[in-house]
């Protein structure tokens, strides 16, 4: 109790909890976005399992800060950048992200037979799968953000538990809402795009400060939002008319 009463833990246990959400959104629109091309049935349980996959990542790091403090030593030098294997596992999620959003965001906007009948064909195993490769880069770049911040150990894993317990509660809300308007998963799948170029980004030292891309994604979905209320007050208004 004593540990807990002390601002100066409660202020880091606090701020780090809340960066871990924030870095933990982009995580849950693509676990909600690869979980909703399995069966309904199926939807739900895969996205609890890669979210405890993320948490179990998370933690599994933080024990081995030996290991994360090598990955940022240099292993090969391109174009008079010095590549660590934290830049190339970047770099390589990025890759992966951005192919993969823009797979999705083609065959949701071409809607293909093809892609209607692979949504039923798709397994549950190899969505978990992707989702735990993803886990990796996300969590990853979580863990590093924890190290920066804080020093306790315990901190870092008790903030990423409420982290993940929370993302737990809101992911069923925030997946039924993304598929339920077709324009904000388009959105979605948008700004895992520009996550995908941020992660790359920061592999090939070209950072780019989140707080533009967390602006613009939160910007981008108001104005949706404002959009999608219009459209909904112009319907009521017509059959209030009829």
Known sequence: MEI??????????LTLTALEIVLGIDNIIFISILASRLPLN????A???GLLVAM???????F???LIMRLTEPLLIVFSNEISGRDLILIIGGVFLLVK??????HNVEGDKQHQVGKIKVSFSGVLLQIMVMDLIFSLDSVITAIGLVDQIWIMVVSVVIAVI???????????????????KILALSFLLLVGLALIGDGLDMHIPKGYIYFSMIFSTYVQLLNIRMKKKKITNSINKN
């Open 4 to 13: 807990l009463l002390n601002p100066e833990i409660l202020i880091a246990l």
């Open 42 to 45: 199926e939807q739900k349980p």
């Open 47 to 49: 996205q609890r399992a």
């Open 56 to 62: 179990i990542m998370r933690v599994l790091l933080l």
């Open 64 to 66: 081995s800060l030996s």
């Open 101 to 106: 959003s823009t797979l999705e965001i083609y």
């Open 166 to 184: 929370f993302m737990m509660v809101f992911v069923n809300a925030i997946s039924n809402f993304i598929e339920e308007h077709p324009s904000i």
